[in-house]
């Protein structure tokens, strides 16, 4: 009998919803990363094309989406924007899973003094909010583009670090660890061969969500002009610039945050079907119950 | 429980020592020379050699790290770089802002999040539930500052019901001081309200399936008092955690939306010193919100074995 068929009727309905939730989310996110990656062929602009006879305009044939206060297509921003939000909230998580990872893994592993002072700093650090700690970062590296990735990937560091301890905590006991170990085999060998394999599914499902984390700080900081410097444009950017000529529901203010919410929206979702789909045995509903909804939540900054 | 309570606050006394010292360190990872930086590109070497005196940069580390806890202990968080205002000042100024907007916010993410959170939950799997949890799940994804943006949008400009920026405190003009509340606290609350209503969703959707509450629906208790008496304080204890990451959550989203509605708080203050690399008001404001942060989490621990008292070692 397979896994599915002995779950009981209204689970597998929820499950099979999650997967068509999990499919269109997934779907709107293909489809953005294609027209991120073509945006130089797909913008009808360049995306510092100025423009004075057309000045904050509303949506036209000519522009989809409207113009900005420097007569810049909106449309052809928000495509080139998307590469800097998206591009910098995937390295910021590639930062913080490049510290996070290797700091955890050492800390579970090694325990003692080390992993008490590494999780007392890591408490520490998770004590501030996140958005504050990417600040903070950017006030001692300086602004701009770059700084803004590596601070929000700084922030989002001590998360991977504590999941990925939790994790190693409960592999370095198992029995197959242990008997590797009476083998006389290397610490490393056992880290590489067992440790880190049988650690990393939870740590995968956190990446997934702190992709939006990444995202929605790179566009705080962005929008508080500690991101991404003009002209380059950013959503968060975008935003900051309209909201200074703010009159009114305009395109130029819908339309980059829509941008934001449905990309963070999406990744919020495929982030719940992966956590389901990794982990058969538990429906999305127990796992709650076990955990606080903390890698859903992990999202929301 | 006294043990557990003290070293719990030996806890929260390590965790802000080690927060003293790592805001103190943030000029030691300034890349290059932090004098140079503060004082600018064309400073002469007299202003520079005047900048690093006046950050202390010339004693020795440990001298350093004992004036700036001195200093803290005592009150003295040190002047700003730029327009010579002691820090404490500029915190005493900008924090009851911030900190108003925090709780009002808080109050509508508690005031809606669990309402909604017990009617999805008593109605679990049907239209209603399914609208809330939708709410819910979009409320997780829409960034407080463009919700804020949007609220400005319509309600102060669009139909000019309430002012579009501006502060007025509660307690100054209860009238006025709501009135320039009201969009804010919606903004900031919103993530929170989503959070709260999905864990007391799950939270109520567990206890109402317990054992207890059969018995007390056998014994003829009447449904309203089941749910808001007894099932509601035994799904309390994870939404007052998720209450609890979010006050932190609110602080950081209060930081960003005051920008919005031109409200000169925490955030201001923080965000011109970063822009001006003003080091010792960004520790200063830095250090102020990690203390509240973290006083706030022990309230929450305490908290805890007054809802469940069987919960000692916290």
Redesign the interface.
Known sequence: MGASAMLKG?VRRRRRAGRAGGRVALGFLVVLGVATLLAGPLAPYGYNDQDYDAILQGMSGAHWFGTDDLGRDVFSRLLYGAQVSLGSAVVAVVVAVGIGVPVGLVSGFVGRRVDAVVM??L???L??????LA??I??????GLLTAMVAVGIALMPSFARMMRAQVLVVRDRLYVDAARTFGLPGWWLVARHVVPNSIQPVIVLTAHML?AAL?VE??LS????GTPPPQPSWGGM?RE??RF?????PQ??V??LA???T??AI??VGDWLRDLLDPRVTS?SR??AV??AT??A??? | MVTALRRKVVSVL??LL??SA?VFL?TY???GDPAV?VAGEQATPEQIALVRSELGLDDPIVEQYGRFMWGVLHGDLGTSLFTREPVVDIVARTLPRTMELVVAGLVVAIAAGIPLGIAAAMRA?TATDGVIRAVS??G????N???G??L???FA??WAVLP?TGFVSVFDDPVEGLAHQVLPALAIGL?AM??IA??TR?AM??VLSADFVRTQRAMGVPGRAIVWQHALKNASI?VV??IG?DI??L???A??VE??FGISGL?GA??S???Q?D?PV?QGV?LV??FL??IV?LLIDVLYTWLDPRIQGV
């Open positions: 209204p007392r700093v408490d520490t650090l004590a501030f909010p996140t958005i504050l600040i903070t950017t006030a001692v590296l300086g602004t939006g929605l566009a705080s929008f508080l002009g500690l935003l309209a909201s703010l009159d009114g529901l305009a203010i819908i980059p945050g934001i919410a449905l963070l929206l919020n979702v509903r709650r119950r606080p909804e859903t939540e999202a929301a900054v | 390590l965790t080690f927060a790592m943030i990872l300034v890349p930086v799997r799940t979009a997780l994804a829409i960034p500052f463009w919700f943006l949007i400005v949008s319509i400009l669009e579009a993530t989503a959070a999905r864990q799950s959707i567990e994870p955690t998720i990451l932190s959550r602080i950081g989203g930081v960003v920008t919005v955030g923080l965000v010193a970063t822009t690399r080091f960004v830095i919100v990690v942060v973290v989490n």
